[in-house]
């Protein structure tokens, strides 16, 4: 947490003025899309809602993506630099997920008034009520990311470059999350595909709940498929430790 | 009944397989569904006993395998063959309890955190280690003092000198008060100065802590000073396995002679087999036996005239020179 505070210029551009110029574009690209379909609804729904989503899931996004840790942690298995905490009465996996979470924690805290400001100055429909609870979820779904990002930094034990694992990924997650577009816009089929993976408690779920548009049944399913999630990723990422550990050459030492 | 051995190595080997990889596009291409790999054995069947407290100097050419079995035995890699105890424990399983008794230091490579002060990495390692805050705090500005840079303790890590980092990186890895310290290259970089002092502190350290210390260093003062113990290493295996002293006494040429003629050499003259004095100059010097001395000696004056002659003994580090040389070129 201390080094997240150390670099003051990067820590205001990233936890305030980043979120402020992400916030403005996708609240005008909303009301450009409900401008040109000339309709106060899309899939049901207002535009108010869509602004809503819009809002908050380019806030939650921003804590619920990892990608900095991710590198970083592939960086310390490509470069060697993981030999001195590999020396040490450390985990690896908990090491960066204490990082990750106190940096998200930091950035939450200094940006978190911003939706709120905006979203109560634009009259939208938020359920600021559900907060607690949509954090509680967000947390939990963070969890996951961070497993993700360890069984993505094994894959450099067997191959030299692996950068383009995480930019894949979160290629995919920004669709999967409900970040791109909500997911019940989503053709039937895809939808409940989707739904039934952890990924939609990233964005979807803790965001469609906030602002209305999905209920609380559907919201608590994203405990469930989380746990699953965080089950199957960190199987593979122990394998793939564990055995890359027996192939690891110290490199760099 | 505690095992008065630290280290207890049989067999221990490591390998490793990396590919070909010829030059052009061609070869890039093919290199998709074809390659060539190629297996190095990076430290051939080693058995090592070290006894507690006993201070080894590891020194080998580059590509020896010393930087190989110094990981083996921190637990950085795992072996293909034999088997290690280190403190009683298999390293590379590397059980917390094993982790907190010993401790890797690598020269030129940051293990402090760049961005915050070493203070504050002190602080988290002392909840890494598990020490007590107070006699942790106090441990650091005791070996602060002793390294003289109580002045930087508080400067982020990313502001200092490398001698300076070099410093806070010492203070770190003793810390928690390692059984067994594992030193790669600990003085490398550093100005004379900043050897020195990082040298004599080590002896300090070590003479009143008494740990455990691997040592590698291409500083040939570092091993004369610190180690009572030598191991040569090449091609993966250990050369020699003995005292600093028996070494440089048992060396085959350790004395050095130095000639000086009054006109540059016409042709090219030699001595025997081993000594050859090209034409064009007129100064030489010759790393010589007691016995090639007196054949030098008797045939020297008769190809000119000598206007200075001189014989000096070789010290610790050019005698190891010559070693890594004659393995070098093996290589």
Known sequence: ?253 | MMNSLAIEAQGLSRNYQTYKKAEGITSSIQGFWKREYIYKQALKPTDLQVPRGQIVGLVGANGAGKTTLLKLLSGLIAPTGGTAHVLGHAPWKREAIFLKRISLLLGQKNQLWWDISPLDSYALLTRIYDLDVIEARKKVMELATLLRCEHVLDVQLRRLSLGERMKMEIIGSLLHSPDILFLDEPTIGLDIVAQSTIRDFLIRYVKSKGPTVILTSHYMDDIAQLADRLLLMSQGSLMYDGTVEEFAAQADRNLQLLVRFEKDFLTEERIGLDFVLPAGQREFTFSVTPKDLAVLMSRLPQLGEIVDLRTEEMDFEGVIRKFLEKESRVL
């Open chain 1, 1 to 253: 947490m201390i080094s997240n505070l150390e670099y003051r210029i990067n820590f205001i551009v990233d936890a305030l003025i980043q979120p402020c110029i992400t916030t403005v574009v996708e609240i005008v690209l909303w009301m450009a899309i409900f401008r040109g379909a000339g309709t106060d609804m899309i899939g049901g729904f207002t535009r108010e809602y869509y602004l809503a989503y819009a809002l908050w899931a380019t806030f939650v996004a921003r804590i619920s993506t990892s990608w900095l840790y991710e590198f970083r942690m592939i960086e310390e298995v490509e470069q060697g630099t993981i030999n001195s905490l590999l020396v040490r009465p450390l985990s690896f996996y908990e090491y960066y997920l204490s990082q990750m979470l106190g940096y998200k924690f930091v950035t939450t805290i200094f940006s978190l008034w911003i939706p709120i400001v905006v979203g109560i100055y634009l009259d939208l429909p938020v359920h600021l009520d559900r907060l607690p609870i949509i954090f509680l979820l967000i947390g939990y779904y963070l969890f996951l990311v961070h497993s993700m990002s360890f069984l993505i930094s094994t894959f450099a034990f067997y191959l030299n470059k692996v950068n383009y694992f995480t930019s894949t990924k979160n290629l995919a997650l920004w669709l999967l999350t409900g970040e791109l577009f909500p997911i019940d816009l989503m053709p039937e089929a895809w939808r409940d595909f989707v739904l039934s993976l952890p990924f939609v408690s990233g964005v979807y779920l803790p965001i469609g709940y906030l602002t209305g548009r999905i209920g609380f049944g559907v919201f608590i399913q994203g405990f469930q498929t989380v746990t699953l999630g965080l089950i199957i990723v960190n199987v593979m990422g122990y394998l793939l430790w564990a055995q890359g550990l027996k192939k690891y050459s110290g490199t760099g030492a």
